[in-house]
């Protein structure tokens, strides 16, 4: 009797351990988006972004793919938006990117504000504010359809 009880015991504490790992996995991958914004920083620089895909997947919001290029390495990222029912409108369109310089893949497209006709390129390791903009204020939050705040 007392060999069934240590089993099921043991049989519990495993079925515990993989439980609570699903969960926090799932937790995870549920705030995957929030989580890289919070790593882009203060710190972050400006880049040019181009949109090159639109996914549209289940009950996800559609995801923009864009790639952007800092210090001659071409990374990949995404931007969910429920502001586009296609790509064609914006399919090669350019944008401003907002990444980490220390980790240069943790990135945040700014549909806000499209880059200008009049700039064709963004520096090496890119720019401290966004040309003619300005540096922008807390990344993290959502602004409800609005852009972000500018830092004066």
Do not use: C
Request: glycine share 8%; net charge positive.
């Amino acid at each position: 009797m007392a060999n069934n009880y240590n089993v099921d015991n043991i049989i519990y504490a495993i079925i515990n351990i993989i439980a609570g790992m699903f969960i926090f996995f799932f937790i995870l991958l549920m705030f995957a988006s929030y989580i890289q914004r919070w790593f882009i920083g203060d710190e972050q620089k400006y880049t040019i972004g181009i949109i090159m895909d639109f996914k549209v997947g289940g009950k996800s919001s559609p995801n923009l793919i864009f790639t952007y290029t800092v210090n001659e390495q071409k990374h990949t990222g995404s931007e969910g938006t429920y502001r586009f029912n296609s790509l064609k409108p914006i399919y090669k369109k350019r944008f401003y990117v907002g990444f980490n310089p220390k980790h240069t893949g943790y990135s945040r497209m700014f549909l806000d504000y499209p880059v200008p006709d009049s700039i064709q390129s963004a520096p090496f390791e890119g720019w401290d504010s966004i040309p003619y903009v300005g540096r922008l204020v807390n990344q993290v939050t959502i602004w409800n359809g609005k852009s972000p705040p500018i830092i004066k």
